[in-house]
């Protein structure tokens, strides 16, 4: 009899490195299917990628979909994604599936602000400040978070426990550590608190996902990823980093782990760096929540081996999309009458058969199709992009497309 629940259904290898860097190509396997790294992770949230299909998002090379716990979770509920046979069969989507632990999601309802910031609010700290107008919808404690429902105001609790639970009956190949979310406006003294917290909730998280991966012995292998935290601090970042493998060391530790908190631009490849400095070599590294395509280049540079970013989904269906030369809004007046693709360079669906023009019309006239038209290609665009860094860094010329590529993506704007 072949045991189906063995860990030896998710893997990792290094297949190669840039000399004296810490960009790498890899291959994770998992028991529904391989990822070639680095590899960009698309966003489906709630179970399915804005407008478009599944069968879709195949064709355009994705090779992986990350959806939320958090979303699920309240909707539909992650025992009714159990009885479907977990997310992929669910969606419909036969590759390998991610799930975040819904920590985000949860402890941003406590700040009412994103990952990043806003500008009228650097340089404050506080661990008090709130976003104007927002209402402060969750609380944490020692043991876990309690939350409001931003669906409906119902109360919900989150644990590592629970969290571990609800991401075992939604399935996915890849699962997140609940943590907490911390700001850059947080304190020290607070993040230094709420790390602690983290490493003790990364424990829970490690025993209940022991006892629920025995439990559930019929089901295909899913893997847990410690999450690292630490804000902007080195030390911190570090520490995090060792405590989190320690705690694999007289049991199955964590398989991989996702480098999450509070990344800017400026500060994002330094802070993946360091992770990858402490992380062990032979364990993959996820980058939770990329804003932008070109802070992938920092992102595999430090030595990320994959990332998720709602980015190329979201800002399309406002018509805004990528090209090689920058992004541009195709809603705008210029490209009314402009026949030609979004971008020549492009080899998507939507440029094959359709104009900026017609985009533009769909946009102004609030037809749907025009976000299934508009995702299609800033999707393509970002795995395009990706399957190129990942070649460059495997053939050794890793820096000259990156200047190259930048050079072009800024050259319309600078
Ligand atoms: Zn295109």
């Given at each position: 009899m072949t045991m189906i629940n063995s860990s030896d259904n998710f893997g990792f290898e290094v297949t190669s490195t840039v000399p004296g860097g810490r960009a790498r190509t890899g291959l994770i396997t998992t028991p529904h299917g391989t990822i070639e790294t680095p590899a960009f992770i698309a966003v489906?949230?709630?179970?399915?990628?804005?407008?478009?299909l599944p069968e879709t998002m195949a064709a355009l090379g994705a090779q992986a979909v990350l959806a939320n716990a958090y979303h699920l979770y309240l909707q539909p509920g992650s025992d009714l994604l159990d009885a479907a046979g977990g997310l992929g069969q669910f969606m419909n989507w036969p590759g390998p599936t991610f799930t975040d632990s819904g920590g985000f999601q949860v402890m941003s309802l406590g700040a009412g602000f994103k990952k990043v910031i806003a500008m009228d609010t650097v340089g404050i700290t506080s661990d008090e400040v709130i976003a104007?107008?927002?209402?402060?919808r969750a609380h944490v404690d020692d043991d876990g978070v309690t939350f409001k429902s931003h669906l409906n105001g119902s109360l919900h609790r989150f644990t590592p426990e629970v969290s571990m639970r609800v991401q075992h009956e939604i399935g996915a190949d890849v699962m997140f550590a609940f943590d907490e979310l911390t700001t850059l406006m947080n304190t020290r003294g607070y993040q230094e608190e709420s790390l602690e917290r983290t490493r003790r909730w990364a424990d829970r998280c490690l025993t209940a996902h022991a006892q629920l991966t025995a439990a559930r012995a019929d089901r295909p292998y899913q893997a847990l990823f410690g999450v690292i935290q630490g804000a902007q601090y080195e030390d911190l970042r570090r520490k995090a980093c060792r405590d989190l493998e320690a705690l694999g060391q007289d049991r199955p530790g964590f398989d991989g782990y996702g480098i999450g908190g509070a990344l800017e631009k400026e500060n994002l490849g330094t802070i993946v760096g360091w992770c990858a400095d402490e992380l062990p070599e032979e364990k993959p590294r996820h980058l939770l929540g990329?804003?932008?395509?070109?802070d992938l280049f920092a992102a595999v540079e430090a030595g990320a081996d994959t990332f998720d970013c709602v980015s190329p989904s979201r800002v399309a269906r406002n018509g805004a999309l990528y090209t090689r030369d920058g992004r541009f809004n195709v809603v705008t007046a210029a490209n009314r009458r402009n026949f030609g693709p979004i971008d020549p360079d492009c080899d998507c669906y939507t440029c094959a058969h359709y104009s900026r023009a017609y985009l533009h019309h769909l946009f102004k006239a609030k037809e749907i199709n025009a976000n299934t038209l508009a995702t299609i290609h800033n999707e393509r665009f970002v795995i395009r992009f990706v399957d190129e860094i990942r070649a460059a860094v495997r053939d050794g010329h890793f820096d000259d497309f990156r200047r190259a590529f930048l050079a072009r993506y800024y050259g319309s704007r600078h």
């Open positions: 489906g949230t709630k179970a399915t990628v804005k407008s478009v104007a107008g927002t209402e402060r990329i804003s932008e395509p070109d």
